[in-house]
């Protein structure tokens, strides 16, 4: 702990997970940055909810190289709190990021080719002004670009010591079995698999979620709260500011009668065991031994204290 730190991380509160058969320990809550740290987020607002997360013992920020809007800014915002509020404690969080998205215009502006993702992680070092960051993920898998390219990238990039450990999100099961396969050969295992996984959506329970157990990778989840939907933002209508108003990733039209009628019977199984939905989503997440964290999104300190209330 530096003696000139701002904030004083709350390890006692939060309970760690080894991830996989690797030696690093994750927090069962993660913060991500997809959405509310972008440029247009407000400054102080951010700075208050990364530290209230590290002060509770939120060890794990999860970013890519295009969450935003516009590409890019989470990176710098984080970078500019990172240095001011946590710079003392960098031995003591788990910075991650990703490429394979949308990032840059041109033919390497995206996917998984080996001139994609070097340039990347060098935007993205610099961006968040680090020397390395701790996870480097594939963030998609590219159909069109051998695996065996997109892997030794990952190799080479932890071998440059830009990265410590290297993950694959979103691949299905044979391409994730063949990327385990390289990376374990490269004597670089896949530390971590990160997909989607909620109440709303089983599918990593179908082979993901065995597959990276047996593997000896963790699992993450994103979208643990369905971006808010299992919550209770929207058992009363959309309200101003709320993700469903402006995010083109979550749509009003999902909100039919027969999800409403089901969110509504979860909440009331939540406060029935006196939790909110969103302790509940989360707690039947990490019911399970295969999940290593989940990373949550907050818009505010309020939201991220609801969610860290387990
Ligand atoms: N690998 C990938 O491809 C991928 C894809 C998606 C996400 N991710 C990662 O996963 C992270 C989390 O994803 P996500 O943001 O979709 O997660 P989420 O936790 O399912 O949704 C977060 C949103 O739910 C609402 N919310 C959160 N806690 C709440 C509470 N206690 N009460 C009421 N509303 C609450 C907020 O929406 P409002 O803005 O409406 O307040 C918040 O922005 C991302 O930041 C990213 O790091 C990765």
Redesign the pocket.
């Known amino acids: 702990m530096g003696k000139f730190s701002i904030t004083t991380p709350g390890y006692e509160e939060m309970k760690y997970r080894r991830c996989g058969r690797s030696g690093l320990l994750l927090p069962e809550v993660a913060l ?5 740290f972008g440029g247009d987020a407000d400054a102080e607002k951010c700075r208050k909810i990364v530290e209230y997360a590290f002060e509770h013992g939120v060890t794990y920020f ?3 190289n295009n ?1 935003g809007p516009p590409y890019g800014s989470a990176e710098t915002r984080f970078g500019e709190i990172f240095k001011s509020s946590l710079a003392s404690h960098r031995d003591e969080v788990i910075i991650a990021t ?1 490429a394979g998205h949308d990032m840059w215009a041109g033919p390497y502006g995206e996917w998984g080719s080996r001139k994609s993702l070097m340039a990347s992680i060098d935007q993205s070092l610099k961006r968040m002004q680090l020397d390395y960051v701790d996870i480097f ?1 594939s ?2 898998p590219d159909p069109e670009t051998p695996l065996e390219e997109t892997m030794q990238a990952l190799v080479d990039i932890v071998r440059q010591g830009k990265a410590l450990y290297v993950g694959i ?2 691949y299905p099961a044979d391409m994730a079995a063949e990327a385990y396969r390289y990376l374990r050969e490269q004597h670089v295992p896949c530390l971590v698999y ?1 997909g ?1 996984y ?1 109440m709303l959506n089983r599918e990593p329970e179908q082979d993901i979620l065995g597959q990276a157990a047996a593997q000896g990778a963790g699992f993450v989840a ?7 939907l ?4 929207y058992l009363n209508g959309i309200p101003d ?4 108003t402006h995010s083109q990733f979550l749509r009003p039209e999902i909100l039919t009668p027969e999800l409403l009628s089901q969110l509504r019977q979860w909440n009331q199984e939540a406060a029935d065991c006196g939790m ?1 939905l ?1 302790q509940y989503a989360l707690k039947w997440i990490l019911r399970r031994p295969e999940v290593t964290s989940v ?6 300190v309020g ?2 204290k ?2 860290l209330g387990l």
């Open positions: 991500g940055f997809w959405h509310n999860d970013l890519a969450y990703k993920y963030h998609r999100s979103k990160q989607r909620n994103f979208s643990p709260l369905a971006q808010g299992l919550t209770d933002r500011g709320s993700r469903m909110t969103a990373i949550v999104g907050a818009s505010s939201q991220l609801t969610n």
